[in-house]
């Protein structure tokens, strides 16, 4: 079964940094893309970034391009989100997702960035 457990939220000032961290489990194939989706309060959950471990291409939001950085760990099966430059508006629920070349999607509990003064 395909696990997927976020950390590294937390409360932030604008301008400020986290690295959120995603730790999967169970997944049996090493050909997948992984990456960030985020759902502020009354707003549709949206794609940050991604990256796909059979091509290597990246995606990143227009909204976040050059303040967040995805990265992976291979050895730790682990992707992250650098995040700096941190505003207001980058408060949400941030969810890490798995979708296999088969399609399926595996979605993350979520965890909280709150960027406030």
């Known amino acids: 079964q395909v696990q997927l457990v976020e950390s590294g939220g937390g409360l932030v000032q604008p301008g400020g940094s986290l690295r959120l961290s995603c730790v999967a489990s169970g997944l049996t194939s090493d050909e997948y893309a992984i990456g960030w989706f985020r759902q502020a309060p009354g707003k549709e959950r949206e794609g940050v970034s991604c990256?796909?471990?059979?091509?290597?291409?990246?995606y990143y939001a227009d909204s976040v391009k050059g303040r967040f950085t995805i990265s992976r760990d291979n050895a730790k099966n682990t992707v992250y989100l650098q995040m700096s430059s941190l505003k207001p508006e980058d408060t949400a629920v941030y969810y890490c997702?798995?979708?296999?070349?088969?399609?399926?999607?595996?979605w993350g509990q979520g965890t909280q960035v709150t960027v406030s003064s």
């Open positions: 997702k798995v979708e296999d070349l088969r399609l399926r999607e595996y």
């Open positions: 990256i796909s471990t059979w091509s290597g291409s990246v």
